[in-house]
C-alpha cells in the first residue's frame, strides 16, 4: 500500500523511506500564519488539523491515505517558529543553547480503515552552542524551512546532553505511532 504524504518536507520523506513505507509526496499548502495560540501543542495541533483539511478535501483518502504532519520548537514555553533571516534563526539557536527544547510533531493518518491523530514530543537539553559554529550552520542556510532553526540530525546533534522521546518525533514525523496502522 503506497501512502500521499502532504508533506513537502524532504526529511519526512526521508523517514518513511528508511522505514520502508511507499509513498507519493504531494500536497495542497495551507497558510499557518493564520493560526492563534499560545501553547506549543495546540499550535501544532492547529496547523495540522488546517493542513489535513485542505489535503483531505483536494485529495480524499480513495486513491491513497492520507498522512499530514506538523512540527513546532517550544523553549521556555514560547513556540520558535521557521525564522525568516539569519538574524531571527541567531536568536532563536540562541534561546536554545544550553536549554532544554521540546520539539512537538502532530500528525494525522486516514486511510479507509483507521484515522489517527498523535502529538508526541521529545524534549532535548542542549550544552551550550560554539558560537563560531552556530555561525557557519547560520550562513549555511540549511536552517532554512526548519521549525526553531533547530536540526537535531545536523548542527544541533553534538550538542545533545539528554534526549527524552523518539528522535523521529523530532525529525518531524512519529514513524513509531503510525506505522503499526499500515499492517
Known amino acids: 500500500m503506497r501512502i ?9 520523506a526521508k523517514l518513511l523511506k528508511n522505514a520502508g513505507i ?6 495542497v499548502e495551507f497558510d499557518e500564519d493564520s493560526i492563534v495560540a499560545k501553547d506549543a501543542k495546540n499550535f501544532v495541533y492547529l496547523a495540522t488539523l488546517g493542513k489535513y483539511e485542505v489535503n483531505f478535501k483536494h485529495f480524499g483518502i480513495d ?24 538574524d531571527e534563526a541567531r536568536n532563536i539557536l540562541l534561546t536554545q543553547s544550553g536549554s532544554i527544547t ?7 493518518y486516514h486511510s479507509k ?3 489517527i491523530i498523535d502529538i508526541s514530543s521529545t524534549d532535548y537539553l542542549f550544552e551550550k552552542f ?4 552556530m555561525e557557519k550552520y547560520i550562513a549555511s542556510g540549511t536552517w532554512r524551512g526548519k521549525a526553531g532553526a533547530c536540526m537535531v540530525e ?8 539528554e534526549v527524552r522521546g523518539f528522535e523521529s518525533t523530532a525529525m518531524g514525523l512519529t514513524i513509531e505511532v503510525f506505522k503499526p496502522y499500515l499492517l
Open 4 to 12: 500521499r504524504l502532504a508533506s513537502s518536507s524532504q526529511t519526512r
Open 22 to 27: 511507499e509513498f507519493l509526496q504531494e500536497s
Open 63 to 86: 486513491e491513497h491515505p492520507l498522512l499530514v504532519a506538523d512540527t513546532v520548537v517550544s523553549t521556555g514555553g514560547n513556540i520558535l517558529r521557521k525564522a525568516r533571516c539569519a
Open 102 to 108: 521540546s520539539i512537538i510533531t502532530c500528525l494525522i
Open 113 to 115: 480503515e483507521v484515522k
Open 130 to 133: 560554539d558560537e563560531d559554529a
Open 154 to 161: 545536523g548542527f544541533c546533534k553534538k550538542y545533545i546532553k
